[in-house]
Every structure is written in C-alpha cells, then in structure tokens.
C-alpha cells in the first residue's frame, strides 16, 4: 500500500488524473451510455490531465526543488549531481525533500555552534595572550624606563631593575617557546623519537628536579605503594619528561602545605599503562573541568598568576599525549585534591 506521505511526482499526477478521468467519463456514460464512447473520454482526460499535471508538478514545483538543493550544498553542479536533479529528484517524495531540506538545516544548525564556539574560544585566547605579554613587556618597559631617566647611575638601584628585567625577559621567551611547541605538535611538525624505558625511572628523574619547590611546601613526593614494580613503556622520553615535570610542578604548586604527591602506575589491557599524578590540594570545581586543557584557561586568576607559569602547561601536556595517540584525563573534587592520568603504550619488543 502506498504511503500518502511519500508520493512521488508520477503517482500524485496519475492519482489526480484518475481522480478528474473517472468522474466525467461516468457523467458522459450517463448522458450517452455508449460504453466506448465513454472508455474513450475516460483514457483520453486521464492521458491529459496526467502529462498536464505532472508537467506542473516538475516544472513549477520540482525546478524551484532543485534550486533549493544547489543552494544548500552552494556548489556548481557536477555532471553527477546534474543527472540527479534531472533523474533522482524528481523520484522522490515532497516529504522526502522535506526530511533531507530538515537534515541540512540540523547539519547547519550544528556547525554554527561550532563556529560560534570556536569565535568565543578564539577570542578568550586572543584576551589572554594579549594579557600574557602584556604584563611582562609593560615590566620591562618600566624598568628600562626609570634605568634611562637616572637610575643606571644608581648601583642600589640598577642591579635590581636589571634583575628582574631579565626575570621577564626570561618569562617572554618562556611564553613564546611554549606557543612555539604548541604549534608545532598541533601540526605534526614536532617529531617523535621513541623507544623503551622504565616510567618510573623517569618519574623519579622528575622529583629530583623538582626537589627544591616541593621542599620549600614541605611536601613529599612519592609512588604509590605497590606501583614500585617496573613498568616499560613505548614513548618519547623526553616529551613525557616534559609532561611529568608540568604535572608534577602544578601538583605542588597547589597543593596544601605539609601535602603529598602521589604517583601511580597501572597495566591495562595488556597494551597500556596508566599513569596518576595526584594531589591532596585545594581540587578544581567541576565546571572548570572541561576546559582545564585549554591554553591560557586559568581557575583562579588572580592565583594562578601569583604562582606564575604560562598557562600553556596543561595544553602542551595533552599534545604531546594525543602524539602519542593517547588520552589524558582530570579527576578532581574542592578540598580533596586533583588527579592527572594519561595512558601510554606498553613496551614495544
């Protein structure tokens, strides 16, 4: 049984023709029952009333179809695609055009909220970067501004300023190296060099670099009990040192005075070792969390610039995992404390 919803062109034509045929012959068998005379009106109304009718539908109806499908997909017509407006289309139901014309507009619909996510995004990254390099150019632009009205001839003065010019020349270069990073793992320049080594041995690497800061909060740096055993993982060495020392270094940074940071290692699947970086510091609320591995995305402002850093860290952890064509993940809860976990691949005989 056909469905009301999706005729075709052909059949609404030849349903209509039957619909005005039948009637009238009817009238003229009444008027003069003379059977043939009748089959003849019958076959001859229904012929024309279709070729009329369908000649209608695909003319006025079907042209400006089409025209609404070479404005969806804003594209001249393949041969391809101009054989399928002429043969294909028409084939198809009203309800049909509506439902691909409703698909379209969802798809559309879709992609401008990409975009307007991506807008907002891009504008937020550009307010921070402006801000990032604000902060230290204006610094330095002030001390070498009071150096060269006078202060230079001041040795109580000018070794400070100099000081800490260099400390923010030191943070612009900082800045630019890690967006330099960025750029070159998001577009696959950054090369990976891989090989086997022990994870725990480099992690161990990592908290005698850091030894100092953590000393300075009176936290203590270890691995989980029962995550001692060796574990070879498939991976490029340094780039993981980098991950680890930024995740480390935040673990301590916001981590409570007299703290821990604990590392965990664990085998799954046979293919892959995870490894937790977790803290029992102030945590990240849950609607932050999202957003955590963004660049310059900061919970805490005012904090976050106190303890200083680029704000690139995270970012630059999560290329440098999906490098590797791994994942990386944040758990956290207020007043518990923040895990980082990342996944690698396991040794590589």
């Known amino acids: 049984m056909l469905s009301q919803k999706n005729f075709s062109p052909q059949q609404l034509s030849a349903l209509t023709a039957v619909a005005l045929s ?4 009817l009238g003229i068998f009444v008027f003069k029952p003379v059977w043939w005379i009748a089959l003849i009106a019958l076959v001859v109304i229904f012929l024309g009333s279709f070729a009329l009718i369908h000649y209608t539908l695909k003319t006025f109806i079907y042209r400006k179809i089409k025209l609404i499908y070479k404005l969806i997909y804003q594209t001249k017509a393949s041969k391809r695609e101009e054989f399928y407006y002429k043969n294909i289309l028409p084939q198809k139901g009203i ?3 509506r439902e691909d014309v409703e698909k379209w507009a969802i798809q559309r619909k879709e992609e401008i909220e990409v975009l307007q996510r991506n807008e907002t995004y891009r504008k937020e990254f550009l307010q921070n970067l402006s801000h990032e390099l604000k902060t230290p150019i204006f610094a330095i632009q002030g001390y070498v501004d009071t150096l060269l009205n006078g202060a230079l001839e001041n040795p109580e003065v000018n070794k400070k300023f ?17 967006l330099d990073e960025i750029s070159r793992l998001e577009s696959g320049e950054q090369l990976l060099y891989q090989q086997n080594f022990i994870i725990q041995d480099l992690l161990k690497e990592v908290y005698e670099t850091l030894a100092i800061k953590a000393e300075e ?19 490029d060495k340094e ?8 995740l480390v270094d935040n673990a301590i940074k916001y981590g409570k005075q007299n703290g821990t940071v604990e590392s965990s290692f664990y085998k799954i699947d046979g293919m892959t070792v995870l490894i937790e970086i977790s803290d029992d510091g102030s945590g990240i609320a849950e609607d932050h969390l999202h957003r955590i591995f963004e660049r310059f995305y900061r919970t805490d402002l ?16 999560k290329h440098i995992i999906e490098a590797h064509g791994q994942t990386i993940h944040v758990r956290s809860k207020i007043d518990v404390g923040t895990t980082f976990g990342f996944t690698l691949q396991k040794r590589k005989d």
């Open 22 to 25: 039948v009637p009238i012959a």
């Open 95 to 97: 309800d049909e055009v």
């Open 162 to 178: 100099l000081t800490s010019t260099s400390r923010n020349v030191d943070r612009l270069v900082n800045l630019v190296d890690d």
């Open 217 to 235: 909060k009176e936290i203590n740096c270890i691995i989980k009990k029962g995550c001692e055993q060796p574990l070879t993982v498939y991976a």
């Open 239 to 246: 780039k993981i040192r980098q991950v680890f020392i930024n």
């Open 302 to 317: 005012a904090r976050s610039r106190k303890v200083g850093g680029s704000g690139l860290g995270l970012s630059i952890c």
